[in-house]
């Protein structure tokens, strides 16, 4: 394994920073430190650290995916999205089950954004399909949804990329299906990744490392298989490791 290909490869793990505050968020970037992963601020460290963390993240040198799932009235989203690129974060998200109107609606906030800014890079903007922690039956019988849990991730990813979104977020297991739909440059951004033998929580749709980059998925999100370890930075090193043995592209 070359240096250039393990650094292209440690880019596509997003470590989620699942943290209340931002002293033991900044604990975790310590034992990073010069592995060149992309990081994921979720609602409970956002909601308590704010946007100056992102700022610190960027300062740092780290890609940022800022994950607030924003579900709310177009005019709503449509600001939202244009405070988040201004913000300068590589990729945001917003729900697809918002529908078109919506999703273009963030799209417009955030080219608006970058509109009046030529120094902010375009940020990749994607739309959550079902929820990883989402089985079939929960699908069906609580939230009222029918057919396959596969049939409404395709149905939320066409809809997401007729929005003009440039990916989703959706399980390991769906990003085959999701590429004969939409193409294989759509995005794939999939959480549900558990390295064998580790704590499956409350994820319900997943895959191992090595499954889930030799499937295609662009980008892999892991959570407590790292935050929970006892050596996070060795945790960190053994998932890039499998996804560089078994990566196709
Ligand atoms: O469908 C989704 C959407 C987002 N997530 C987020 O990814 C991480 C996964 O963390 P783990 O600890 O590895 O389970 C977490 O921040 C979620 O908010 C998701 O899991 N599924």
Known sequence: MTHSISQAIAKRLIVALD???VEEA???IEHLQGIPCTIKVGMQLFYSAGPDFVRELKAKGYSVFLDLKMHDIPNTVKGGANSITRLGVDIFNVHAAGGVQMMKAAVEGMESALATDSNLARPLLIAVTQLTSTSQQVMNQEIGIQGTV??????????AQQSGLGGVVCSPLEVSMIQQACGTSFATVTPGVRPAGSDLGDQKRILTPGEAIAGGSHYLVVGRPITG????REATQQIIEEMSVHVNN
């Open 19 to 21: 943290y209340p505050n």
């Open 150 to 159: 596969e049939e409404a991730v395709v149905h939320y990813a066409r809809l």
């Open 229 to 232: 370890a006892n050596d996070p």
């Open 26 to 28: 900044r604990v975790l």
